[in-house]
DNA sequence: AATATTATATGATTTATATCATATAATGCC
DNA sequence: GGCATTATATGATATAAATCATATAATATT
């Protein structure tokens, strides 16, 4: 059932301006990259491209969650990213004129919009603006990754796993109950964002249930107590 | 005697075709670039730039190496990254108009040139090739970084620590001996790239070293053993 | 619905690596 | 040149976290 591919959708109802990075654009220019962009939707599981393939665009997310992810050694699984809807994947490479070194996979059903490489890249220089949003997409990035070096260097586990719940609430933000993060993951996928291993990542969102920090449901986390969550990732401010 | 600040030289001497991102420019855009940049010499163990401080301009290395190392917690030093002679540095937070998130020392005499903000932003709004560089540049440090987050996240100290010699030499390459790494760093450094103590960086060296891996004198570290090396940091390929 | 498979949970054990301790070598300084 | 400081080295110990093992719960599959 799953990987046979997305199906395509018109894209007339699907708006470009969710993706942060063409708000810099004008209406005539949002009107004109409609035209070169085509909208997908994507069963949970799917894959949106994969590591070494060759960019042909730009993929936005219209709606859903994905997770940038990368082979590691004995084909162990690193999460490197986690993106949501309004963000753009897939301009590392693009832009770089590379292979793509990791590959992006929907967390839930998706709506993707891909836009044309050439005109992207048209886009792009004509239009200084567009440029600077797309500049600064990596930067953030290329900022993320740097902290999490740091996290990884010299954090113990504990404090990473109380980090990445809070790093996974900053980034898809809390369901209604206004405490219930509001993404579906797997603990062997959080184990591979934090770095450890399946059962230690088990075992500490145990702990962090036990102690009153987080309730468990399923795959749903709550965080119950964020000042201690915060003291537990020993974030410094 | 140290941190008295860079002693100012004149401009005229340094090639500023050194730093590749540079290369794409013209005669004429060189010579226009040369008058609006400024040449300055570094002392060893001087800050180019320091965390949270705001980019006055672009930074160019004529010669020298420099860390760009955060501080992490516990005030623990963490090297992000390596730079050599024709890198431009402090791009990151020009670019995305932020402070600094980490400071920049030279680890030995440096020719340092700093390009004016105003005109650097100008010049890449006016050369797109130019733009375009400096995005593969930004683009390159993020493939890095992230390949970075693999190794902390999956592979143990002493893989880190073969595979950071080998980063090293990468960067840095070796030196008329054709297997010296062209660089010196502490002990301590090395453990602030690598995500370790200093203490377990010693005792692996010693290894190494003890495995006839490498050679020791002072600072300077020599590979011996290039293929056991590459073995031993585990490296796919 | 029944069975197979995968995910979650938790205990027991091992191991890598940090930490603590102390010694020696190298470097900076008056 | 001699003294202080810092860097390197190595041993002993503690401990965090991986690994191995097994059980139960939750999903898929037929």
């Given at each position: ?76 699984e690193?999460i ?81 796993m109380?980090?990445a719940l809070?790093?996974l ?14 993404v579906s993951l797997s603990r062997e996928e959080i184990a591979d964002y934090v770095?450890t291993s399946t059962e230690s990542c088990i075992r500490l969102l145990s702990e962090f249930n036990?102690?009153?920090?987080i309730?468990l449901?399923g795959k749903k986390i ?16």
């Open positions: 059932m799953k990987n046979n591919g997305p199906i395509e959708t018109s894209c007339m109802h699907c708006n470009v301006r969710l993706n942060s990075v063409f708000n810099v654009l004008d209406e005539g220019q949002v009107k004109d990259l409609c035209i070169h962009k085509s909208c997908a939707v994507y069963k949970k599981g799917q894959y949106v491209f994969t590591e070494n393939g060759l960019p042909a665009g730009l993929f936005c997310i219209n709606s859903g969650k994905i997770k940038l992810t990368t082979t590691g050694y004995d084909g162990k690193q490197l990213r986690l993106v949501k809807s309004g963000d753009i994947v897939g301009y590392r490479a693009l832009l770089s004129n590379e292979r793509y070194h990791c590959s992006a996979v929907t967390l839930e059903d998706a709506s993707i919009c891909i836009i044309d490489k050439k005109y992207f890249f048209d886009a792009i220089e004509s239009s200084p603006k567009l440029m600077f949003e797309v500049v600064k997409k990596m930067s953030q990035d290329l900022k993320v990754a740097e902290d999490h070096i740091v996290s990884l260097s010299q954090k113990n586990v504990r404090e990473r109380a980090e809070l790093f609430k900053a980034t898809y933000g809390f369901e209604e109950d206004n405490q219930t993060i509001n770095g036990n102690d009153k920090l309730s449901k709550s965080i119950l107590n964020l000042q201690k969550l915060i003291q537990t990732a020993n974030i410094e401010d």
